[in-house]
C-alpha cells in the first residue's frame, strides 16, 4: 500500500492549486493592487474560498467589486478559459445575472504581478452581485424548481461556447474520482472505508457509460451557495456566481450535481423523502431543458459520486490542512451518512424514483 506521505503528493501534484500551501495577501496589499490597476478604492472585506484570494471593494455610492487573485499555481489556462467564458455569457446573454470581468488602466482582463511574499499572482476584478447565497437545502420547493430551471437556461446559453481550455483537469470534476482510489485506505473508519469502496466500484463499473453521456461546457457547481437572492428565505434567485468549477462535463453531471447539493442535511430518510428536494430541481430542469432517458437513468449513481467525491476529498484535506478539521467534520457527518443512503441500496432502485413520472421533453 502506497505510504500517506507518498498518496498526497502525487494527488497534490496534479491537482496542485487546490492543495498546496500559499502566502495569503493582506488586505492592504490587495485595495493598493485595486487602486493602481483598476483606479478603484474603499472599504475592503476577505470573502472566506476554498483556493484563493477574493477580496469584496464597496466603493461608496452602491459601487462594488470582487477583486479575485489567484493561488500561486493556478492555471494561466484555467484562469484565461474561465475569463472567455464569462465574457461569452456577456456577449451572447447580457440577461443572466452573472459577474462580469472589468478590465484594467491597461485594458486587460487578467492583470499579473508578483505579490510581497515573491508569489506570481493573476488578478481579475469582477462585479459584485448584490445579494446573499441560498438557505441549504433549499427551505421551498418553488426555489428548488428555480435552481433547475435556472440551471436549463445557462446550460441553453453555454450551448455553443467552445474553448481551448473547456478540457482542463479539475478534482472537482467525478470524472476524476479513480484518481482519489489511493485515498480509501486512508479512511479511519472501517464503516467508512467499506461504504467508500462500494461506491467507487459502482462507479467504475459505469465509467464507460458515463463517458459515453452528452457533453457540452458547463457550471459544475450549481449548488446554494453559488447561488444568491435577496435574502436567505426568499423566493426567486436573482444571481449566479463562481465558475471556477466551470469545464465541458456531461450534462447528466451538472444536473446530478444541483440535485446532489439539495439531498437532506440529518439522517436518513424514507426514500421519496431522501430525494424530494433533488426532484423539484429536476422538475424545474425539465421545464426548459431536455434529458434523454439513459441520462436520468444515471442521476442516482452520478449523484452518489458527488458525494462520494466530498467524502473522499475531505479525508485528503484533513491530512493536509488539519486546522481545518473542526468545520469539515461536521459535513463529513452529513456527507457520510448521505454516502450510506445509497450504498444500501440497488441503484436501479433509486434510478426508478427519478424516472417515475418525469415528463421527458425528449432529445
Avoid at 470534476?173 to 467499506?194: E, F, K, M, N, Q
Avoid at 450510506?340 to 426508478?352: I, L
Wanted: charged share 25%; hydrophobic share 40%; aromatic share 8%.
Amino acid at each position: 500500500m502506497m505510504s500517506i506521505d507518498g498518496t498526497l503528493l502525487e494527488i497534490a501534484e496534479k491537482y496542485g492549486n487546490f492543495s498546496q500551501p500559499f502566502v495569503h495577501m493582506p488586505a492592504g496589499e490587495a485595495l493598493a493592487l485595486a487602486s493602481q490597476h483598476y483606479g478603484i478604492s474603499g472599504q475592503m472585506d476577505r470573502l472566506a474560498t476554498e483556493k484563493d484570494d477574493t477580496f469584496l471593494i464597496r466603493c461608496g455610492a452602491g459601487r462594488a467589486f470582487i477583486l479575485k487573485v489567484e493561488h500561486p499555481r493556478e492555471s494561466t489556462g484555467d484562469v484565461i478559459f474561465q475569463t472567455a467564458l464569462l465574457d461569452y455569457l456577456r456577449d451572447t446573454r447580457p440577461d443572466l445575472h452573472v459577474p462580469r470581468v472589468i478590465r484594467g488602466n491597461d485594458g486587460a482582463a487578467i492583470m499579473h504581478c508578483t505579490d510581497r511574499a515573491g508569489q506570481v499572482r493573476q488578478v481579475r476584478l469582477l462585479s459584485y452581485l448584490e445579494g446573499l447565497p441560498l438557505e441549504y437545502p433549499a427551505p421551498t420547493p418553488h426555489i428548488r424548481r428555480q435552481i433547475g430551471e435556472q440551471l436549463a437556461r445557462l446550460r441553453h446559453a453555454l450551448a455553443d461556447f467552445a474553448h481551448p481550455g473547456e478540457g482542463r483537469v479539475l478534482i472537482w470534476d467525478v470524472r476524476r474520482l479513480p484518481d482519489l482510489l489511493p485515498v480509501l485506505p486512508l479512511i479511519d473508519d472501517p464503516s467508512h472505508r467499506a461504504c467508500a469502496g462500494t461506491a467507487m466500484a459502482r462507479f467504475m463499473s459505469l465509467l464507460p457509460a458515463i463517458r459515453g453521456l452528452r457533453t457540452q461546457v458547463l457550471h459544475n457547481d450549481f449548488t446554494c451557495s453559488n447561488l444568491l437572492a435577496v435574502s436567505r428565505q426568499d423566493e426567486t434567485i436573482t444571481g449566479i456566481i463562481d465558475f471556477g468549477d466551470a469545464l465541458r462535463t456531461a450534462v447528466a453531471i451538472d444536473l446530478s450535481t444541483a440535485m446532489a447539493g439539495q439531498l437532506p442535511l440529518e439522517g436518513p430518510a424514507d426514500e421519496t423523502a431522501f430525494l424530494s428536494a433533488s426532484r423539484d430541481v429536476l422538475h424545474g430542469y425539465l421545464k426548459h431543458a431536455d434529458l434523454l432517458p439513459e441520462e436520468v437513468t444515471m442521476l442516482g449513481p452520478l449523484m452518489m459520486a458527488r458525494v462520494l467525491l466530498r467524502a473522499l476529498i475531505s479525508t485528503w484535506r484533513e491530512m493536509v490542512f488539519p486546522e481545518d478539521c473542526p468545520q469539515m467534520r461536521y459535513y463529513d457527518r452529513i456527507t457520510w451518512e448521505q454516502l450510506a443512503w445509497f450504498v444500501e441500496r440497488d441503484p436501479d432502485t433509486v434510478s426508478r424514483l427519478f424516472t417515475r413520472d418525469v415528463p421527458f421533453h425528449g432529445s
